[in-house]
């Protein structure tokens, strides 16, 4: 087995792999934008998947998609176990998103990424018979001090003194859903205030673990999918991040059990969720918001945002791209 570092040592993993994905989320971003805002979500993610796969085959390695979207909802998807890149570089485990927030994009609204996330063959957890995953993430604070066993607000009080912050200057990413309703209550009860997403809750996982975000914490039951997406980037981060499988009824926990997943209320660590110590996580915003801009036309070009984040060097970097508008809408 290769790992996603080549012939080179863990302590130099093929950079150009990282920028290579960079392609594929950019195009599945753009060909997503004639449908932001129209209310067809189906047509957008349809858009971004076979933009993403086309772009995946010129790709130099052998990934085999673990995670893949849309399997929840019948929506159009990169299936599991499907293989993309041309096959001729480094073995990898992918989990791909085409877009992380269908909704946003029908709806015109902030937050919607394209995100892939790669890590070494074999060390990326399949949770692909569990949908739902009970998450807590906090940026490099967290770790060794919240733990998702703890009363939200106990975990709240733990990380304002870690961050040396007061409680009331805590904030803390949710999404807005009913399952979620006492958990909001129990926030604000604690003294930290909210900040409810509608939808894409990749984006507010790393928003929380960043240094420099407006959110301190991201809690509550997303999907699985997106948590192991998202465990690519907070290892990039040095954060922290836990997760539970949430199976939705009896039928889907003996489906997660059959298959090997932990559905007794274990919690998974990051290194559960991810193994691989060279993981690499890429994004470009399809629409608006705290992590990237979206895609925006200007008369002939195209100007997309994308982050790369590997974990084996720790880095965060930006990406601004101008695109000919003719080579693509």
Same mark, same amino acid.
């Not at 995100?115 to 692909?128: K, N, P, Y």
């Not at 807005?176 to 006492?182: A, S």
């Given at each position: 087995?290769?790992?996603?570092?080549?012939?080179?040592?863990?302590?130099?993993?093929?950079?150009?792999?990282?920028?290579?994905?960079?392609?594929?989320?950019?195009?599945?971003?753009?060909?997503?934008?004639?449908?932001?805002?129209?209310?067809?979500?189906?047509?957008?993610?349809?858009?971004?998947?076979?933009?993403?796969?086309?772009?995946?085959?010129?790709?130099?390695?052998?990934?085999?998609?673990?995670?893949?979207?849309?399997?929840?909802?019948?929506?159009?998807?990169?299936?599991?176990?499907?293989?993309?890149?041309?096959?001729?570089?480094?073995?990898?485990?992918?989990?791909?998103?085409?877009?992380?927030?269908?909704?946003?994009?029908? /709806? #015109?609204?902030? =937050? @919607?990424?394209?995100?892939? +996330?790669?890590? &070494?063959?074999?060390?990326?957890?399949?949770? $692909?018979?569990?949908?739902?995953?009970?998450?807590?993430?906090?940026?490099?604070?967290?770790?060794?001090?919240?733990?998702?066993?703890?009363?939200?607000?106990?975990?709240?009080?733990?990380?304002?003194?870690?961050?040396?912050?007061?409680?009331?200057?805590?904030?803390?990413?949710?999404?807005?859903?009913?399952?979620?309703?006492?958990?909001?209550?129990?926030?604000?009860?604690?003294?930290?205030?909210?900040?409810?997403?509608?939808?894409?809750?990749? /984006? #507010?996982?790393? =928003? @929380?673990?960043?240094?420099? +975000?407006?959110? &301190?914490?991201?809690?509550?039951?997303?999907? $699985?999918?997106?948590?192991?997406?998202?465990?690519?980037?907070?290892?990039?981060?040095?954060?922290?991040?836990?997760?539970?499988?949430?199976?939705?009824?009896?039928?889907?926990?003996?489906?997660?059990?059959?298959?090997?997943?932990?559905?007794?209320?274990?919690?998974?660590?990051?290194?559960?969720?991810?193994?691989g110590k060279n993981t690499i996580f890429v994004a470009t915003g399809v629409t608006d918001g705290q992590l990237v801009a979206g895609v925006r036309r200007e008369g002939e070009y195209i100007y997309t945002e994308s982050v790369v984040l590997r974990n084996a060097s720790g880095t965060l970097r930006r990406i601004s791209s101008e695109h000919l508008a003719s080579k693509w809408l």
């Open positions: 087995m290769v790992s996603i570092t080549g012939d080179m040592s863990p302590l130099h993993p093929d950079r150009n792999l990282a920028l290579e994905l960079v392609r594929a989320t950019e195009a599945a971003a753009i060909r997503a934008v004639p449908f932001i805002g129209r209310g067809d979500k189906e047509a957008a993610d349809g858009a971004a998947v076979d933009a993403m796969r086309a772009f995946f085959d010129t790709v130099n390695f052998d990934g085999t998609i673990v995670i893949g979207e849309g399997e929840k909802d019948n929506a159009p998807m990169l299936f599991n176990g499907e293989k993309v890149g041309n096959g001729k570089g480094p073995q990898a485990d992918v989990a791909v998103d085409p877009i992380d927030g269908t909704s946003l994009t029908a /709806a #015109g609204r902030q =937050n @919607a990424l394209s995100v892939i +996330a790669v890590s &070494d063959a074999g060390t990326m957890l399949d949770a $692909s018979t569990v949908f739902y995953m009970d998450k807590l993430v906090t940026g490099p604070a967290g770790v060794g001090v919240v733990d998702i066993r703890l009363p939200i607000g106990e975990n709240i009080r733990l990380l304002a003194k870690a961050l040396g912050k007061p409680v009331e200057e805590m904030v803390v990413s949710v999404l807005n859903r009913p399952r979620h309703e006492q958990l909001i209550a129990d926030i604000r009860a604690a003294g930290a205030g909210t900040r409810l997403m509608s939808d894409g809750d990749v /984006a #507010g996982g790393i =928003n @929380a673990a960043r240094h420099n +975000a407006r959110t &301190d914490m991201c809690v509550g039951v997303g999907g $699985s999918p997106e948590g192991i997406v998202t465990a690519c980037a907070i290892k990039a981060l040095g954060g922290h991040i836990q997760g539970i499988l949430w199976p939705r009824d009896d039928d889907e926990k003996q489906r997660g059990a059959d298959a090997g997943l932990k559905v007794d209320g274990t919690v998974y660590e990051a290194d559960d969720l991810v193994r």
